[in-house]
């Protein structure tokens, strides 16, 4: 062999080895990365997986679970099998929250699997049922809360609903909105549209909407509750509550929650905007901000406030629901923590 060819030889190794590591460095800086899912979200979603099959297994095992796991179960599983805070991006501009109250098989503390099946059947139904009654088109399950109880014979249940999307959480009330502050009136008869549930629909747009918690487009999402916490005494959140002054309340923002005295000037019943965006500010401050720090509740991009359920209350002199009895009106919150869980799987249609 010459010494031109084994040059020439030499020359085309040389060239196609470059050629194949150029090729293999495009492929590499080209590939897309697959996204992927946290430890704790893949433990999680095994968790719902492996309790699924026990249920849809036509023998079931003798297993006995500690009633408080039996519910935790139940509704993760739900949550991770139905419901999806996620719509193309957008983030809802109407929140549904409906309360129910399931009767708990007679137990000592625990529940075997076909006790549990049971309970998951009639939960799922009685859910579904109320769902449908929501006439809504674009209705979609955000969530099912069970709620902090002693009860060892009924579970509570919040159903949080969403709809109508595309609002933005940082928008605003209008100049010239106004709302009643409560869902009746002193007659006691429903009052739509509320302050209280505008501010539930408000909130459900701050977290679907807020940058730091931005979603993944490659996954679906639902919630595990893990705690809840309420303000009922707004006394001890004043904001211009002045007790030297007299009088010491003008109700108008004298509180971080909506409260109103007929016995102190500006008695009222409807809010206006100012006060709508005042209230919806301190409702999302005692979610993101004053409960966690009075809780020590770690705040995540994954671990937040989800939900919030608004509602009111009022006093009366001598027998309620007559015009003239009424003495003071409030709002009150439950806010519901929990961790927010990835998932490749779309929600079944609930």
Known sequence: MTTKTLFQIVSLIVLALFFAKCSKSDETTTKPIQPQLSAFDLKINTM????????NSDLKSGEIMSTDSALWYISTTLNATYANSWHEGQTPAKTYIDSLTIALPENDGSLNLQQTENLYNKILDSTRTIYYQNEDNDKQLAAIIFESQSSTTEVNIKMVTYSTWGLQWWEQFGLNESYFWGISDDLGNPVTTNAAAKFMDKFASHVK????????????YYWVFTEQHSIWDYTLYPYNYNPTANPPYTNYLDFNLFTSYTAYPGFHETLCADELNFYLSKIIEFADVTIPQLYNIPITPTHRCYEVNVGSASAWCGQANIPGNLVSINHAATFYYGNRISSFYPPIKF
């Open 48 to 55: 719902v997986r492996d309790f699924k099959a026990k249920l």
């Open 209 to 220: 909407g807020n940058p730091n918690i931005a979603s993944d487009p490659h996954f679906w």
